[in-house]
């Protein structure tokens, strides 16, 4: 196999197989990228095993073949490279030649035939729009359990159906649901499936390569989903199990409504959250009649405390809430005013976007904490 590339094409293309490629792994292949050279184009394919990406940029092909090198050597040594392009050729024992002006390099690879094959997409289900997905994960995928032992909550719920795209996330301590309700981002079938955390993550890397107009073809498979991105292609397994009934979870009865500006709210929590407890970052949030109150003490550090104006007509509440939580979508929420609704001082609070009228539901279910 012998091939020439515009340097900055084929830096672009590696570099988004790197939050793919394996790297401390008990199997070598992992940790190469997988090159193949085909009627004047070069496909890069990386995968863990429970991840692949596959892309593809214009080359001159010289001979057609394929063969593989370690993904981050590659990629460290052509970002240094001078701004022209430079011409890779495989050698019989599985190296690569590589040369660009006055350098002269090999890398050694590995055969091609040890690399793990990639499923195939099957039918198109859906198309999505790139930056619609994107903004979804966006705003739920910080809810994502970190506890590997609950599997089913490391990634999210996507739920296709006809006339909207829902998507929802959860820890077991707080929820965040986006549901975009919207004939065009409907599919015609429903679906659903449990998406990763990893395969998110790298979901919002190809979308921000992506025109701001642009959809993505989505399909699924009963291990497998596909997300296709023009030329570039990602390919995740599924996770399984029974996600938790999170109807059950959003609030029916929160009559309480507390109205703040988003940048007021985010940014004394901010600072109070400063003296909170490092471990369980607890703060107290006190509602009263036109304002609501932020405290956080601790033994270490000190204690602060700040209010701010709120449409609040509901009774005397103080609630413990864990500072970061709230911090969390008060970050991912573009709306400048927000909606903090409530039962009890012992029932969940939503917090959710003031919007006018809009097709995008965002809700954010936290549980309070005893202090």
């Known amino acids: 196999m012998e091939?020439?590339?515009?340097k900055a094409d084929l830096v672009r293309e590696l570099s988004l197989s790197q939050g793919v490629v394996e790297k401390k792994t008990t199997i070598p292949i992992l940790s190469n990228v997988l090159l193949e050279a085909k009627n004047d184009r070069i496909t890069l394919t990386a995968t863990d095993l429970e991840l692949g990406i596959r892309c593809s940029c214009a080359a001159k092909v010289k001979k057609e073949g394929s063969?593989?090198?370690?993904?981050?050597?590659?990629?460290?040594?052509?970002?240094?490279?001078?701004?022209?392009?430079?011409?890779?050729?495989f050698l019989e024992n599985h190296w690569a030649s590589l040369v660009c002006g006055r350098s002269r390099t090999r890398i050694a690879g590995m055969s091609r035939e040890s690399?793990?094959?990639?499923?195939?997409?099957?039918?198109?289900?859906?198309?999505?729009?790139?930056?619609?997905?994107?903004?979804m994960i966006s705003r739920t995928a910080f809810a994502i359990s970190l506890e590997e032992s609950r599997f089913t909550l490391n990634g999210a719920l996507l739920l296709l159906k006809t006339d909207s795209t829902t998507m929802v996330a959860t820890d077991?301590?707080?929820?965040?649901?986006?549901?975009?309700?919207?004939?065009?981002?409907?599919?015609?079938?429903?679906?659903?499936?449990?998406?990763?955390?990893?395969?998110?993550?790298?979901?919002?890397?190809?979308?921000?390569?992506?025109?701001?107009?642009?959809k993505l073809v989505f399909a699924g498979d009963e291990n497998h989903l596909f997300f296709q991105f023009g030329e570039r292609m990602?390919?995740?397994?599924?996770?399984?199990?029974?996600?938790?009934?999170?109807?059950k979870v959003l609030p029916k009865d929160n009559v309480h409504t507390a109205k703040l500006n988003r940048d007021e709210i985010r940014s004394a929590i901010e600072r109070v959250s400063q003296f909170a407890d490092e471990r369980s970052r607890a703060i107290r949030v006190q509602f009263t009649a036109g304002e609501i109150k932020i405290f956080s003490s601790s033994v270490e550090t000190g204690e602060s405390e700040e209010s701010v104006p709120s449409e609040y007509a509901g009774p005397d509440m103080e609630i413990g809430f864990n500072a970061q939580y709230l911090l969390d979508f008060l970050r991912a929420t573009s709306q400048e005013q927000i909606a903090f609704e409530l039962k009890d001082q012992k029932s969940a609070g939503e917090l959710r976007p003031v919007t006018d009228g809009t097709e995008d539901h965002y809700r954010y279910v936290v549980m309070p904490m005893r202090i």
Do not use: C, W
Request: net charge neutral; proline share 9%.
């Open 3 to 6: 091939f020439t590339v515009s």
């Open 67 to 89: 063969g593989t090198i370690p993904a981050r050597k590659l990629l460290d040594y052509v970002r240094l490279l001078p701004d022209v392009d430079l011409t890779i050729k």
């Open 115 to 135: 690399f793990p094959e990639l499923p195939q997409m099957p039918e198109t289900i859906a198309e999505i729009p790139v930056k619609l997905l994107a903004s």
């Open 172 to 214: 077991g301590h707080r929820l965040a649901y986006v549901e975009i309700v919207s004939p065009a981002a409907g599919t015609g079938k429903s679906f659903r499936a449990l998406v990763p955390k990893k395969a998110m993550a790298e979901i919002v890397k190809l979308a921000d390569e992506s025109s701001a107009d642009s």
């Open 234 to 247: 990602l390919i995740t397994r599924k996770l399984t199990g029974n996600f938790p009934d999170y109807d």
